[in-house]
């Protein structure tokens, strides 16, 4: 399992979090050690709860009226849900990348530099542009259109203009949902080269129901399985990548990365 | 499709006919009236803009009688031609049309203080005309005094727009003012702050409001916001009726048509923009004002310039609140004395609007100047209002095309 | 590359930074929360507003108090009863009493006092009078007596400032003697001063010149003769004469000038004293004592004791005999004497007597009788042409013109109908003779917190008026027509207007409006140029102003269809009238243009949430795109169509500029037809609001809140349309 004891190569921990929709328990009793500079994904059939529990991680569930937590995120020491934590300052250390690409109907230019506007950014714009958007692979491509509307790139050119975006604010945990469930297979390497790239730098936890994609891009896996009697999900297994991919402990994550289920 | 067992009736000898297409009168009739119901909606756009026109036609044509201060000298009968005049009045030129009494004459030649006429033309009766006999000379609606003139009195043959216009201007400033920023503010509150529990509270508070007549407002403006405004801030310097009352009303009777639109257009942005917003550490306020408030913008714009039409339409309110009689003015005095125009909002003025209630509530007579008047303020009236409907739908068109 | 965190704040000048975005967070948040809150705050005050005006108290002055048309009748009743003599003077009247064995009458005390061995006096309700009975008010038949003189005649005429100090000084002695009951000492002195100051001190009585006439009231008549008697004792040398004429006739004698010194047995009233003061008479009031009327009896009926007002009522203005009154009594005609005709004395009898019967009591014969009385000759006439007053007989007109004007080519609607019933005879005495007039109205606030400063400026401003408390939304308001007086007029005639418009706009504008929608939605092809036309064009409709409308409406409708919309084409204009085209069809026709658009909109949408598996199953089955239409879409579209439509039609009931312009009249007092003039209710409010008297904002409010309950109930049953068929399919 993880190197839990080195507490300096943990990025983030989930400490035996629920998360509730009204009545209803979306994810139950989670105990995970994410690593620094490590790319982490969570796998699991639909409804499973990947996705509230990556949510979990910078409080974007707080946006949704009904969402209530129990348990701990705990980052550099501190729970991300005590009462006395801004849940704003935690998603700009904790950036998120969505399912769909959602750039602003902004030109490029300001879809980087909003989100360092607003946080205060004191440094050379033009620089962090160029800097965020070199890092996300996309310079090239968007370098003599800067003024253009993000929404006139391709699905995904948007999507790494997202996480240029991402980037530039400069969080040190990029969460990503399914970041490349709306692309092409060739976008999609793109954007998996790029996480291996932005992991030097970065912590990354990312959503998938990609097993490929899982067993190719990321250093631990997290299988979340539904409970057949509550309709809650809850973690099956969670190893280095290849020691899943390669020897299952449970029975339930050997079936469903045989795809014998899911 | 399973079909029921086939009955024993000989299909084979009329199936060819029965297929054949045949004309059902019934539904075609059905059609027709369907159809004329549909196109009399057209009639009623042509019907509007035929009459409009129409009016405003003779309005510009129609020939009105000044006095010329010029009398007959001496006493013509019926046969006489030419005649002369008094030395007093205005000069009249060759081709001018002149009235004595009821007959119409057309001058031929002018030859000092004698004139040659040819009597009784546009089938008017030649009849004999004592001495001292007013003349009267025909003068049209000067198309370039209404669009410019500052003075509106159509029966002292003043025919500037300009007064009824801006005090329009003014009161739709005055509500815009009013409205857009509290339509605005409450539509960004409705849509990014509120729980469903105050929307569902709110929004039928707000159609309420949106569906109170506006007479009613009027009242309103009448009896408690001229008051007011005159106990809490002006004294006596407001007049009893006056457009600051009328404007501010005419605001609050636009916030729900401001409100509702817009709030539409900002609930219409797609939730992952506002969360692409947050993840990057945005807070609520930076996310409405500068992520879903720009995205909206169209929408919202749309919504400013139907409000803009609907104050220059409105018409109860002014008509009650603002005061009767156009401010006529002088244009030196905007800059000079612009306390006595119809730009003071504490005096009372006429809208276009005002004016043509007034007017048609009064014992009007058809073909009247007043009557024809109406019209052609009506078609002003008309032309901009469509103009600003057309360009707010085109807004909207362009809109819905981003996001879909 | 730099260290990223250093460009981003951190630490301290981090937190600052996150409070002050979280800051402007709150206070943009409250921003935007009042904004929202302004409107609904606009909601509330509109309401208020308007409920402030709609109750509250009024000052409402009556031209003639109901109370006297009763006192009055009574006294005509009265005194032109069989066996009654009426006189002023009241010596004649107890002489009529000493010579009638059943004779019952009324005397001041005075005379009854010198007459006590031939008169009989009777109680009333068990009191007789007597000094206390008459200072504690429970002697109902006691008032004071006045002398009056003009200030100048005071000022200038010495002999009268001494009577009326010598009067003052010695009424009390004297009084009492006389039978008179004695006024408060200190209020002698009191206007002892008054003279002193208005006409200087005294002098000495043998130096007085000039002479002293003194004319008025029987009643005060022995007290003021025994004055001028004991003045010429006391040294006067002057002539002095004295005559009974009524305190009526006194008044208005002295009021022209006339009379010296007036004797009067009831206070001048306020239009009196406004008469005289315009005949620049300055009157000066001098209260010189109490007195009593006596009833009284000739000595032989003793079976009287004691009489109830009620008693007292059937016997002077109801019966003829004694043993109707009861039947132990004698089978004796009564013989009565009472005070003449403006004697103040009568009018103090009258006053006590009938203090309990309302005008709401009296019979239709009384009201017929009132209005004889009351109403002018040439109005009366009139009105009872329009309708007559008595089923036999008239009070104005005369048979034969009567019969002459019913025979002529116009007859008056009179000839054709019943008499007016006594409902009708009472409003019309309202309306024609009581005329009440709202002097000054308050609004509700004001009328709760303010009551006693109101009330108190009221009786300073407007001193005959009653200040009551009136709700303007009243059943009266409900049902009276329009009219000119604020007090009677209400809104029958526009919520018919109002009801009969809007109905003539549904039968147009439904079945139009949903054939069109029809028509866009189930046939047309959305692609066609002409559809797209059609389509555009409805919306642009919607944006127009409603003023537009109007001056569509007066041409097309009034002017250009006059045939039809004012009836003409179905023969319902009248011979010799002129056809107007100002009708309930015009505005009716106009509002159905005026939310055209709307419905179609509303019943496109409706249309539109119709599943199109409904249509392909009708279809599938062979039926034509009609009867799929007809049966299956339509009936599913329903409810959607008419709360889309009920929702247009409260727009129209609010609608008030296009009927300005397509000419809804203001007033209308008769039910409108649909081929009639018209004015609906907010043309009504329009109107109210825009007269200057208060009253009338106070009208609008009232029909404000009628409007708003119609619109209410509307959009109500709009909601409930909505509910039940969204839930149930």
């Known amino acids: ?262 | 499709m399973i079909n029921s067992p086939v009955h024993d009736i000989d299909l084979t000898e009329d199936v060819a006919l029965s297929l054949r297409k045949k004309t059902k009168w019934h539904e075609t009739l059905i059609q027709g009236a369907l159809v004329a119901c549909g196109i009399l909606s057209v009639f009623t756009t042509i019907g509007i803009v035929v009459i409009l026109l129409n009016e405003s036609i003779s309005f510009f044509t129609r020939e009105v009688f000044e006095i010329t201060n010029k009398s007959i000298a001496t006493d013509i009968g019926p046969a006489d031609t030419t005649f002369e005049t008094t030395a007093s009045g205005s000069t009249l030129v060759v081709g001018q049309i002149v009235r004595v009494d009821d007959e119409l004459m057309e001058v031929l030649a002018v030859d000092g203080l004698s004139l040659t006429v040819e009597r009784g033309i546009q089938g008017t009766e030649v009849s004999f005309h004592t001495a001292d006999e007013e003349i009267e000379k025909s003068v049209r609606v000067p198309f370039r005094e209404v669009f410019t003139g500052s003075r509106w009195q159509p029966r002292l043959q003043q025919f500037g727009m300009w007064p009824l216009i801006l005090s329009t201007l003014m009161i739709s400033v005055i509500s815009m003012i009013v409205a857009l920023p509290l339509g605005l503010a409450s539509a960004i509150y409705l849509s990014e702050y509120a729980s469903n529990r105050t929307r569902s509270i709110v929004k039928p508070i707000l159609e309420v409001l949106a569906g109170i007549p506006t007479v009613v407002y009027g009242y309103f403006a009448l009896t408690f916001m001229t008051p007011f405004l005159e106990r809490a801030f002006f004294g006596d310097n407001i007049q009893v009726f006056n457009t600051l009352s009328a404007g501010i009303v005419v605001g609050v009777l636009i916030i729900p048509l401001v409100s509702s639109m817009s709030e539409d257009a900002l609930h219409a942005v797609p939730q992952s923009l506002r969360n692409a917003s947050y993840g990057l550490g945005a807070t609520k306020l930076e996310t409405a004002l500068r992520v879903v408030l720009p995205a909206a913008l169209s929408g919202v714009t749309a919504a400013f310039v139907v409000a803009i039409s609907r104050a220059i339409g409105e018409t109860m309110v002014v008509a009650v609140a603002a005061g009767a009689g156009p401010r006529n003015f002088e244009w030196s005095q905007v800059f000079t004395n612009y306390g006595e125009t119809p730009l003071n909002p504490l005096q009372s003025a006429e809208t276009m609007t005002g004016h043509i209630v007034r007017i048609s509530g009064g014992d009007l007579s058809y073909n009247s100047i007043d009557y024809n008047s109406i019209f052609a303020i009506g078609l002003v009236l008309f032309l901009i209002t469509l103009t600003l409907n057309i360009i707010s739908r085109r807004i909207v068109e362009r809109f819905r095309e981003v996001y879909d | 590359m730099e260290n990223p965190e250093n460009l981003y704040p951190v630490d301290e000048e981090l937190q600052k930074f996150i409070d002050y975005r979280k800051r402007s967070g709150t206070i943009w948040r409250g921003v935007f929360l009042m904004s929202l809150f302004v409107a609904i705050l606009v909601l509330i005050v509109l309401m208020l507003n308007i409920i402030n005006d709609a109750f509250g108290l009024v000052a409402l002055e009556n031209e003639v108090d109901p109370h006297s048309l009763v006192t009055g009748y009574q006294e005509n009743t009265m005194v032109s009863m069989p066996n009654t003599f009426a006189s002023t003077n009241h010596a004649a009247l107890a002489a009529v009493i000493q010579q009638n064995e059943t004779g019952i009458g009324f005397v001041g005390h005075a005379h009854y006092q010198t007459n006590a061995d031939d008169l009989r006096l009777i109680a009333v309700d068990g009191q007789f009078p007597t000094a206390e009975t008459v200072a504690d008010g429970s002697y109902p038949f006691a008032r004071p007596l006045y002398i009056y003189t003009a200030l100048d005649t005071l000022q200038s005429e010495p002999a009268v400032a001494g009577y009326f100090r010598f009067y003052l000084e010695n009424a009390n002695n004297s009084g009492g003697e006389l039978g008179y009951f004695l006024a408060d000492e200190t209020l002698m002195a009191d206007q002892i001063n008054l003279i002193d100051t208005l006409a200087g001190g005294p002098q000495a009585l043998d130096s007085l010149g000039g002479n002293l006439a003194l004319s008025g009231s029987s009643s005060l008549y022995p007290l003021s003769r025994q004055m001028l008697l004991d003045f010429r004792q006391a040294g006067f040398g002057g002539d002095i004469s004295i005559e009974q004429i009524g305190s009526e006739a006194g008044i208005e004698a002295f009021c022209r000038g006339d009379i010296q010194v007036l004797n009067a047995s009831r206070p001048m009233t306020v239009a009196e004293a406004a008469t005289c003061q315009r005949n620049r008479v300055n009157p000066v009031e001098i209260a010189v004592g109490l007195d009593a009327l006596a009833i009284v009896s000739h000595p032989s009926l003793d079976f009287l004791e004691s009489v109830s007002l009620k008693e007292m009522g059937q016997i002077f203005a109801a019966m003829n005999y004694w043993d109707e009154i009861d039947p132990s009594y004698p089978v004796e005609p009564i013989v009565r004497a009472v005070p003449g005709e403006g004697s103040g004395s009568l009018e103090l009898l009258s006053g006590s007597m009938f203090s309990t019967i309302g005008l709401e009591n009296l019979s239709g014969a009384a009201y017929a009788e009132i209005i004889r009385e009351n109403l002018g000759r040439g109005r009366g006439r009139a009105l009872e042409r329009d309708q007559r007053f008595l089923a036999e007989g008239f009070i104005f007109d005369s048979q034969t013109a009567f019969n002459g004007a019913c025979a002529s080519a116009e007859p008056p609607t009179g000839c054709a109908q019943p008499a007016r019933d006594r409902d009708n005879l009472l409003d019309l005495i309202e309306q024609e003779i009581i005329v009440p007039q709202i002097q000054q109205t308050w609004p509700l606030y004001d009328s709760i917190f303010n009551r006693q400063a109101i009330v108190a400026e009221a009786s300073r401003k407007y001193p005959d008026a009653i200040v009551e408390f009136k709700s303007w939304l009243n059943p009266d308001f409900l049902v009276n027509p329009q009219s000119s007086e604020a007090e009677l007029a209400g809104v029958r005639t526009a919520i018919w207007g109002t009801v009969m418009v809007v109905a003539t706009t549904f039968l147009f504008s439904f079945p139009v409006g949903v054939g069109a929608a029809i028509y866009l939605e189930e046939y047309a092809d959305s692609t066609k140029w002409y559809n797209k036309i059609i389509q555009t064009n409805i919306s642009n409709l919607a944006g127009v102003p409603s003023i537009i409308y109007g001056m569509l409406g007066l041409t097309v409708f009034v002017r250009l269809l006059l045939p039809l919309t004012s009836g003409e084409m179905f023969g319902r204009v009248a011979e010799g009238t002129d056809p107007s085209g100002r009708t309930v069809i015009s505005a009716g026709l106009t509002l159905g243009l005026l939310i055209l658009p709307i419905i179609i909109i509303n019943a496109q949408e409706a249309l539109r949430a119709v599943p199109n598996s409904m249509r392909r199953a009708g279809m599938g089955l062979g039926a034509t795109k009609w009867q799929t239409t007809w049966s299956h879409v339509l009936p599913a579209a329903l409810p959607g169509i008419l709360t889309g439509t009920i929702l247009a039609m409260s727009r129209a009931v609010g609608e008030t500029a296009p009927l300005i312009v397509v000419g809804a009249s203001t007033v209308i007092r008769t039910d409108p037809t649909f081929f009639s003039r018209f004015t609906v209710l907010p043309i009504q409010i329009f109107q109210w609001t825009s007269r200057p008297q208060p009253e009338f904002q106070n009208l609008a409010a009232a029909a404000i809140i009628v409007l708003l309950l119609i619109l209410l109930t509307l959009n109500a049953s709009a909601v409930i349309l909505r509910n039940r068929y969204s839930t149930s399919s």
């Open chain 1, 1 to 262: 399992m993880s190197d839990s004891n080195d507490s300096t190569n943990i990025a983030v921990q989930a400490k035996d979090v629920s998360v509730y929709y009204g009545d209803f328990r979306a994810v139950k009793n989670i105990n995970l050690d994410v690593a620094r500079n490590k790319i982490t994904a969570f796998i699991g059939p639909s409804g499973c709860g990947k996705s509230t529990l990556l949510r979990a991680f910078n409080r974007m569930n707080d946006l949704i009226p009904i969402s209530r937590m129990d348990g701990e995120i705990v980052y550099r020491g501190k729970n991300l849900y005590d009462a006395d934590v801004d849940p704003v300052e935690v998603r700009r250390r904790i950036g998120m990348v969505f399912q769909k690409p959602n750039p602003f109907p902004k030109s490029i230019y300001e879809n980087i530099a909003w989100g360092a506007r607003i946080n205060g950014y004191k440094g050379n714009m033009d620089e962090l542009v160029e800097e965020s958007l070199r890092s996300a692979a996309i310079w090239d491509e968007v370098k003599d259109k800067l003024d253009q509307s993000g929404l006139s790139l391709s699905g995904g050119q948007q999507q790494r203009l997202c996480i240029a975006r991402t980037v530039a604010v400069k969080p040190e945990i990029i969460l990503m949902d399914e970041p490349c469930s709306a692309l092409d297979p060739i976008a999609t390497l793109k954007i998996e080269e790029l996480m291996r790239q932005l992991q030097e730098q970065y912590t990354i936890i990312i959503v998938t129901h990609n097993m490929q994609q899982a067993a190719r891009s990321s250093d631990y896996t997290a299988f979340l399985n539904m409970d057949t009697t509550d309709r809650s999900g809850y973690m099956v297994e969670f190893s280095e990548t290849s020691a899943m991919f390669t020897n299952p402990q449970n029975q339930q994550t050997e079936e469903y990365i045989t795809g014998r289920f899911g």
